[in-house]
Structures are given as C-alpha cells and as structure tokens.
C-alpha cells in the first residue's frame, strides 16, 4: 500500500521504515501510528524481511514527539483510548519476532523516544538529543515512557529523565544505556545494516527465540525465566536449522539456515 506519513523500502533481507514528515520534525500524529502499525505488520508478515531498520527523514529529527495540536484536544476517556492505540503500536514494534533497530539521527523526545525505546536496539547519529520531555507540557509519557525507560537505564536515572523532562546527548544516552553505540550521522544507516547483516547470517528462528527469552523473560522472577528458556531452547533443538548449524559446524562449512 501507500503511505503518507511513511517510507518503506525493502532490500537484501533488511525492511527500512521511515518516518516522513520532515517539515514538523516527523511528529507522531495517529495517522502516523496507524501507518507504523500497516508498515511492521507488513513486515512482520513478509519471510523475506528479517531485520527492520527505523530511522526519521531529513538531518533533525528521528520522531521529534507527539503531534501537539492533536494531543491538545484530548480528555480523558479519548486521552486513554489514544496511548492505548498507541502503545499497541510500539508493543508490536517490541516483540515483532524480528530485529529492529533504531537509527536515531537527530531530536528523539517524547515519542520518539519512546519508539525508540520499543526497538530491539538503538543506534544514535552524535548529534542526536533524546528526552521525555512531557512533564512540561502538563501530562507524562504515554507510549510506555514510564516503563521501558526505567527498565533500560535503571529507576534513579530514569526518575530524573522524567521529572526533568530535559534532554540528554546521545554521548550521555550510551553513557547511561539508553543507546547501544553513537556514530557519526554518515556513517548511522551503514553501521546499522553491519549489524543487521550479523544478524540476518544467523538461524531465523534462534534469533526469534532468543528476543522473546528476553523480553518475555524481563518480566518474570529469574526462575521463571529461566525455565522459558529452557522451554525455548528444547523448541530450537527440534528445528531443521539447529541441524543444519551444528552439522555445518562440524563439517567446518557456512551453514544454510531456512527458517524451518
């Protein structure tokens, strides 16, 4: 289909979604949301598809926010059903069952950074800023801020992020753990594509499993974790991939996994 608020291309395994509104900063509006939700069903869907790559268009901005004037309009029953929507969005972002990166190149405030924070990892340009900044318009984050945020850095460092509401350098996002590496804006979409083709080398259903182990896993005691993985890892030992890689192994080949 296409899209008005979006980009997306497909090439050599890897899905690139794009935010495309440059002239407000790629701010988040519903339509938006709904075209993020059409665009990573697609490749959630899509075999072919094994990592995705998130990014916003232009220099500033990856997504600088929520679409102020429609947040204005909103009370509470609407307010509720609108971060609902919302975070249905950036749940399917977050166990989508393959990669995404976030390439951070620019402003990632409110929810942006919120999405970002729902990717499997996150790539920053060295001049990109990230914060939650709601606190100062009256309201706090609603795309899951309060809860990824604090999970990913840690409570204290979150509390001060959210109370603050200021925002941080992409140098003191890695510092604190919110970003996996910085680099500079040319080189953000190349070292992003390095890893996903790490990744895309690797067993599809191994990669799946093991983002689930985790995110599953992260909200369980580390017993009950435990056990998913060793439930998971009994359901890899049983795939065609698992003895694909471990016969080519030991016949010292590249193995050919088939996602089987």
């Keep these: 289909m296409s899209y008005e608020n979006i ?3 497909k090439k050599n395994c890897i899905a690139y979604v794009t935010v495309n509104r440059p002239k407000v900063l790629n701010a988040l509006n519903m339509a938006t949301m709904e075209e993020l939700r059409s665009a990573f069903t697609d490749v959630k869907n899509d075999a072919a598809i094994r990592v995705a790559i998130l990014t916003g268009s232009g220099e500033k901005a990856f997504i600088a926010g929520a679409d ?3 947040l204005s309009k909103h009370d509470a029953v609407s307010g509720k059903k609108y971060t609902h929507r919302g975070q249905s969005v950036l749940d399917l972002i977050e166990n989508l069952g393959k990669p995404v990166i976030a390439c951070i190149n620019g402003f990632a405030l409110g929810g942006g950074c919120e999405i970002a924070m729902a990717c499997t990892m996150r790539l920053a340009s060295d001049n990109a800023k ?12 609603g795309y899951g801020g309060t809860q990824r945020l604090p999970r990913l850095v840690g409570k204290g460092v979150a509390m001060q992020l959210l109370l603050a509401g200021e925002m941080i350098t992409a140098a003191e ?12 804006s040319a080189d953000l979409i190349s070292r ?6 790490k990744i895309i080398a690797n067993a599809p259903l191994a990669v799946q499993y093991a983002m689930e182990a985790v995110n599953k896993g992260m909200e369980m005691t580390q017993a009950e974790g435990l056990y998913l993985e060793a439930v998971l890892f009994g359901v890899t030992c049983a795939t065609e991939d698992k003895k694909e890689g471990t016969t080519a192994f030991l016949e010292k080949r590249p193995a050919q996994f088939k996602g089987k």
Excluded: D
């Design 192 to 197: 992003a594509e390095a890893i996903a083709q």
């Design 130 to 141: 990230l914060g939650q900044p709601e606190v100062k318009l009256g309201i706090i984050p």
């Design 173 to 184: 996002a890695h510092r604190i753990g919110l970003v996996n590496e910085v680099t500079p």
């Design 7 to 9: 980009l997306l291309e």
């Design 68 to 70: 102020i004037a429609e």
